[in-house]
């Protein structure tokens, strides 16, 4: 390239990236692939919601992608950085420092506050308790919860509860949040609720997500859909693929 071109503008860096990635598991004398070669990239501030069936490995792409398991084979790059030259202290905490988690069962601790639970992700770093309790107050605020600020999870319905994690992930300010099955636990109209709520926080904060779920009407809210079967990625409706569409072809 002559010194007086400009190199061509590729974009912004994927958030999170996975290449040629397996994960296979052993169940007595079975192996499970749970995923067969997926690639992808997800791009800062998409929203993007993976969808398919039980045993699709939706939820295994999360766990990967948020450095929550190690894959087989392949990589996963988050943030520029590779995953897999990284020692266990090393990844705790790329995952503490990046990505922010929601699980469908809540995972609150039952004895804390709201407040507490949303704080305890900070317990350990070197903060202003003060200052962080302010930012618990405007989080749980802003998920609609500035009155339950001191209830513990018994006194709050599943949609509350799914909400304080909310705020919980987001506490540390993660690039990157993953939601898996969020709404699998809770009816309809809180599901509903908490669909547009991650749909505002994704709008407002430029918050990149990515929702795991085998529920097609979330699927609407999302800038983009992955469909994945048998561990494979089958459909990729863009515009974030960095491999367009040859990686279909191998997922």
Not at 168 to 173: Q, S, Y
Request: negative net charge; contains cysteine.
């Amino acid at each position: 390239m002559n010194e007086n071109q400009e190199a061509p503008d590729t974009g912004p860096e994927p958030v999170v990236e996975t290449r040629d990635l397996w994960k296979l598991f052993k169940l007595g004398d079975e192996v499970v692939k749970a995923l067969k070669g997926v690639t992808l990239a997800v791009d800062p501030g998409e929203l993007v919601v993976i969808m398919g069936p039980s045993g699709s490995g939706k939820s295994t792409m999360l766990h990967l992608m948020g450095g929550l398991e190690r894959p087989t084979k392949g990589e996963i790059i988050l943030e520029g950085q590779p995953l897999s030259g990284l020692t266990e202290s090393q990844l705790s905490t790329m995952r503490h420092r990046a990505v922010g988690f929601i699980f469908q069962s809540y995972n609150l601790i039952p004895l804390l506050t709201a407040t507490e639970n949303v704080e305890l992700p900070l317990v350990f770093d070197d903060v202003d308790t003060d200052e962080v309790r302010r930012n618990c107050a405007e989080l749980l605020e802003r998920v609609g919860l500035g009155h339950r600020l001191d209830h513990t999870p018994s006194r709050m319905s599943g949609g509350e509860q799914q909400r304080v994690a909310i705020a919980r992930a987001l506490i540390g300010r993660p690039r990157l949040l993953l939601a898996d099955e969020p709404t699998a636990n809770l009816d309809h109209k809180n599901g509903e609720a908490i669909i547009e709520l991650l749909t505002t926080l994704n709008h407002e904060m430029g918050m990149t997500t990515v929702i795991s779920t085998h529920d097609r009407s979330v699927a609407e809210h999302a800038s983009r859909v992955i469909e994945m079967r048998d561990g494979k990625v089958i459909s990729d409706s863009g515009p974030g693929q960095a491999t367009s569409d040859n990686h279909l072809a191998t997922a």
